[in-house]
């Protein structure tokens, strides 16, 4: 779909008439209907190659990735992969169906270009997630595929980790979910040691975490640093930095939920900045978090991380929001460095 008639037509009209989450389900229901898609998404085309980017030992096509929860219960795959991304996270997947909370838990400010939601995992659970994870194989083309697994022990996250690794190029453990209190057992250093121990029993494939954000406010910043060091102790291969910040806001059933988009973005460079000096070069850095834009991608990979992941920059810009990314990552780097030999995505 074009950009403009994306932004301009479809995204208002849906936006007015139907609630937030409504207006998600129908969008990726469209996704589902294969066909459809094919014919809006167009021709996959090939990046330049100056976005590849050697990436826990995978070589990605270009450095973004669509962050987890887009597509929790893995039904969307082979659609997504026509989008341009360098990969693509799926999930998050937990043991069991969960029905997630109240409604309503979206809502979009679009004067800020945010949006928050108490989702709480909806999902049809791990089996299912298996089947369509096997159904997909072979039809994402070269689009490497993460899922992402949350659980409130170490053994329910194991037990998503031993049926799901075989399936992907990747896992990622979330253990930042701002809508799953049991999930913040997690960030305890010592505790999160002990789940990365047990996932590790039996592991062949690159592992990531998912990590909490900072707060919005200065303060806080040494306790998910302490879970970055305990990630690089244990082996981890690459963190995503990070998840949505917890607010309150009484428009939720719940009353809280998680903030993303725009507001996000300054913070989480501090974050990426401070995971790369705190772990070295020898992990994967995946910044997320209000990432919109070609320029915000750059920074990003300017401040220490190897990728890029969005998840509200795709809601606002629509299907084509990796595509634009990647072309304005390429025009910034023609404009700033001409004659530089620096590669465009990566540490160089
Ligand atoms: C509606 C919604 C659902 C989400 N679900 C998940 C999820 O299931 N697992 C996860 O790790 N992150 C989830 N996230 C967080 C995003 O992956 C991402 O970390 C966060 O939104 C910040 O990136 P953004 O500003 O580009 O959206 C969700 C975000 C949104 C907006």
Same mark, same amino acid.
């Given at each position: 779909?074009? +950009?403009?008639?994306?932004?301009?037509?479809?995204?208002?009209?849906?936006?007015?008439?139907?609630?937030?989450?409504?207006?998600?389900?129908?969008?990726?229901?469209?996704?589902?209907?294969?066909?459809?898609?094919?014919?809006?998404?167009?021709?996959?085309?090939?990046?330049? +190659?100056?976005?590849?980017?050697?990436?826990?030992?995978?070589?990605?096509?270009?450095?973004?990735?669509?962050?987890?929860?887009?597509?929790?219960?893995?039904?969307?795959?082979?659609?997504?992969?026509?989008?341009? #991304?360098?990969?693509?996270?799926?999930?998050?997947?937990?043991?069991?169906?969960?029905?997630?909370?109240?409604?309503?838990?979206?809502?979009?400010?679009?004067?800020?270009?945010?949006?928050?939601?108490?989702?709480?995992?909806?999902?049809?659970?791990?089996?299912?997630?298996?089947?369509?994870?096997?159904?997909?194989? &072979?039809?994402?083309?070269?689009?490497?595929?993460?899922?992402?697994?949350? &659980?409130?022990?170490?053994?329910?996250?194991?037990?998503?980790?031993?049926?799901?690794?075989?399936? %992907?190029?990747?896992?990622?453990?979330?253990?930042?979910?701002?809508?799953?209190?049991?999930?913040?057992? #997690?960030?305890?250093?010592?505790?999160?040691?002990?789940?990365?121990?047990?996932?590790?029993?039996?592991?062949?494939?690159?592992?990531? %975490?998912?990590?909490?954000?900072?707060?919005?406010?200065?303060?806080?910043?040494?306790?998910?640093?302490?879970?970055?060091?305990?990630?690089?102790?244990?082996? %981890?291969?690459?963190?995503?930095?990070?998840?949505?910040?917890?607010?309150?806001?009484?428009?939720?059933?719940?009353?809280?939920?998680?903030?993303? &988009?725009?507001?996000?973005?300054?913070?989480?460079?501090?974050?990426?900045?401070?995971?790369?000096?705190?772990?070295?070069?020898?992990?994967?850095?995946?910044?997320?978090?209000?990432? #919109?834009?070609?320029?915000?991608?750059?920074?990003?990979?300017?401040?220490?991380?190897?990728?890029?992941?969005?998840?509200?920059?795709?809601?606002?810009?629509? +299907?084509?929001?990796?595509?634009?990314?990647?072309?304005?990552?390429?025009?910034?780097?023609?404009?700033?460095?001409?004659?530089?030999?620096?590669?465009?995505?990566?540490?160089?």
């Amino acid at each position: 779909m074009a +950009p403009e008639l994306y932004k301009h037509i479809a995204r208002p009209i849906l936006a007015a008439i139907l609630p937030a989450e409504t207006a998600q389900r129908l969008a990726l229901y469209t996704l589902r209907a294969g066909p459809l898609w094919k014919a809006a998404a167009g021709q996959p085309r090939p990046d330049d +190659p100056r976005l590849a980017v050697e990436w826990c030992g995978i070589r990605l096509r270009n450095p973004v990735g669509l962050a987890a929860g887009l597509d929790k219960d893995c039904r969307l795959l082979p659609s997504l992969a026509r989008l341009g #991304f360098g990969y693509l996270v799926a999930g998050t997947v937990t043991l069991l169906p969960r029905a997630g909370n109240r409604k309503p838990r979206v809502f979009l400010d679009r004067s800020g270009e945010s949006l928050v939601n108490a989702l709480g995992f909806p999902g049809r659970g791990l089996a299912a997630a298996a089947r369509e994870l096997a159904r997909a194989r &072979g039809k994402t083309g070269d689009t490497p595929i993460v899922v992402s697994i949350a &659980g409130t022990s170490a053994e329910d996250v194991s037990r998503c980790h031993r049926t799901l690794e075989p399936l %992907v190029d990747a896992v990622e453990v979330n253990i930042s979910s701002p809508n799953t209190a049991g999930l913040r057992i #997690f960030h305890e250093a010592s505790v999160l040691s002990d789940l990365l121990g047990a996932v590790n029993e039996g592991r062949s494939k690159p592992l990531l %975490v998912k990590l909490p954000p900072y707060p919005e406010a200065d303060g806080g910043e040494e306790a998910v640093l302490s879970l970055a060091r305990a990630c690089r102790a244990a082996g %981890v291969d690459g963190l995503t930095v990070a998840n949505s910040r917890p607010v309150e806001d009484d428009r939720l059933a719940v009353g809280k939920g998680g903030l993303s &988009g725009r507001p996000i973005y300054s913070r989480m460079l501090d974050l990426a900045r401070d995971v790369r000096r705190e772990v070295g070069p020898g992990i994967a850095v995946n910044a997320c978090g209000g990432i #919109f834009t070609g320029r915000h991608a750059r920074e990003a990979l300017d401040a220490g991380a190897d990728t890029a992941q969005i998840y509200t920059g795709m809601v606002y810009r629509g +299907p084509s929001a990796a595509r634009r990314i990647k072309a304005e990552m390429l025009e910034t780097a023609a404009a700033a460095a001409t004659g530089s030999s620096r590669p465009l995505a990566g540490r160089g």
